[in-house]
């Protein structure tokens, strides 16, 4: 398996700018998730999904923050605008219905100046 | 989200040591305690796990010690090695592909010294 694929890995965007995360669970995971990681706050979980559908978006900070699973292979968290404060780590990961074990990606670390 | 209070935030241990990480948790519910390391730079990863029908789980120098009517759980390593230098969270859930995804402690920041 190829595991979890998140891109950029790195971006430097200016304040007020769109930025879109991208993600490729692994092949045959049913659950994606979106977590960030900030010093302050550890691991947050932003948003999931199961089947490509959205299931709990309770911890998307603001409306500021989107995503969408369009396909099976494929989601993308978006901020419009950014801003500063959203400097972080972005986490996809996945999972499949039968099993406990979350796989993540290896971020993609975003700095908003 | 129930929280999952982790300590220390950070621990230094020296080489050869026993490095002790301590979470707590809230909801009775959760039935599977995962503990996940991450290297700079990489996401985190499974690296052990334990369900509350059992006290321990031993996994070569890693070892979950587990408390229910505590509701607390541990991580020991034996022997630490600066291999193991590295972030460790704790997490807390539901068992049997669960629809929630893990609450996460906010993290351990382990140095072992050579």
């Known amino acids: 398996d190829a595991g979890v694929i998140q891109s950029p890995r790195h971006e430097v965007t200016e304040m007020g700018q769109e930025v879109t995360l991208r993600c490729k669970p692994i092949s045959g995971h049913d659950y994606l998730f979106w977590y960030r990681q900030t010093m302050m706050r550890g691991l947050e979980l932003l948003i999931y999904f199961n089947n490509n559908v959205p299931i709990d978006d309770s911890g998307m900070p603001e409306d500021r923050f989107s995503a969408k699973m369009p396909n099976a292979s494929f989601s993308t968290l978006k901020i419009q605008p950014s801003e500063p404060r959203d400097s972080a780590v972005y986490f996809c990961?996945?999972?499949?219905?039968?099993?406990?074990?979350?796989?993540f990606g290896e971020g993609s670390w975003l700095t908003v100046v | 989200q129930q929280q999952v209070k982790q300590s220390p935030q950070s621990l230094i241990v020296q080489k050869g040591g026993i490095s002790i990480i301590n979470c707590a948790y809230e909801n009775t519910a959760f039935d599977y305690f995962p503990w996940y390391q991450q290297f700079p730079g990489k996401g985190p990863a499974l690296l052990i796990a334990?369900?509350?029908?059992?006290s321990e789980k031993k996994e070569g120098r890693f070892t979950i010690s587990f408390n229910k009517s505590a509701k607390q759980f541990s991580l020991h390593i034996m022997d630490s090695q600066p291999g193991d230098s590295a972030t460790y969270f704790c997490?807390?859930?539901?068992?049997?592909?669960?629809?929630?995804?893990?609450?996460f402690g906010k993290g351990t920041h382990l140095i072992i010294q050579p």
């Open positions: 990961a996945s999972k499949r219905n039968s099993g406990n074990t979350i796989y």
């Open positions: 334990i369900r509350p029908d059992v």
């Open positions: 997490a807390a859930g539901l068992s049997g592909g669960g629809a929630d995804g893990l609450t």
